[in-house]
């Protein structure tokens, strides 16, 4: 059984179709690029993932309930008052208790570590780099050990060298723990070095392939875009 299945399944908003006919199957433990244009429907479909489309038609079954998520876009503002380790512990957060458990502390300086937060821990998100807030949402996205891992363009802001770490930690989590991870992204050549599979976003509906298929992919897509860098000169 996989992990997300989909039977002709579909996603509107109002007469507007975003998706349809999407069928695809996607096993636990991989690790797969999610790929397409601006506006191909990429967001929309994790947010129906994550339970919060409305108008949708045929089926999309989650068979996981462990899932962290990483939405594209946050907006935190110079004043918010947390510090990083404060944030990432957030996750814990049940609403009546207040205290964390030993162990779950061990979790959250992990996850800071993963994420090459712990010399910053203390400093306030608000006043922490973009790149620095990224690598705190994932943080805290992994602080409960998901079984699910969606990104919505994590690496967008990240400096080279975080962006690969990223990518290396959350393989390691893929392959210690049979982590599923659905990285969306528009840096193809990057993430075919990680992914082992993709969802490519095309024409309003969702085709799905094998890593041999995403080098492929990759090719086509550079070479085209080569082509018109040099039709623009
Ligand atoms: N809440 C909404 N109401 C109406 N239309 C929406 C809504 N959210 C997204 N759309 C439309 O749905 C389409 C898909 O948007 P979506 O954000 O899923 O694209 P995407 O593939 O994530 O693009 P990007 O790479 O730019 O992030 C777009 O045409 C967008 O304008
Ligand atoms: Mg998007």
Do not use: C
């Amino acid at each position: 059984m996989g992990i997300i299945e989909t039977k002709n399944f579909g996603i509107r908003y109002g007469e507007r179709v975003v998706l349809s006919d999407v069928n695809i199957d996607v096993p636990a433990g991989r690790f797969f690029a999610l790929l397409g244009e601006n506006g191909a429907g990429k967001t929309t479909f994790i947010k129906s993932i994550i339970g919060q489309n409305q108008q949708t038609t045929g089926e999309l079954l989650v068979n996981t309930t462990l899932i962290g998520f990483v939405p594209q876009f946050r907006d935190i503002s110079r004043d918010y008052p947390l510090s990083i380790s404060e944030f990432v512990s957030l996750s814990y957060n049940s609403g009546w208790r207040f205290w964390l458990s030993n162990q779950e502390k061990k979790r959250i300086s992990e996850s800071l570590t993963r994420m090459d937060l712990a010399d910053i821990a203390d400093k306030r998100l608000g006043l922490a780099s973009g790149g620095q807030q990224q690598r705190a949402y994932v943080a805290q996205a992994l602080v409960k050990s998901p079984e699910l891992l969606i990104l919505d363009e994590s690496t967008a802001s990240l400096d080279h060298e975080h962006k690969v770490a990223l990518l290396q930690n959350v393989t390691a989590l893929q392959k210690a723990h049979n982590l599923t991870i659905l990285f969306i992204t528009h840096e193809l050549k990057l993430v075919s070095q990680f992914a082992d599979g993709y969802l490519l976003f095309k024409n309003g509906t969702v085709s799905q392939g094998e890593a041999e298929d995403l080098n492929v992919l990759t090719l086509e897509m550079t070479h085209r875009h080569d082509e018109d860098e040099v039709r623009n000169v």
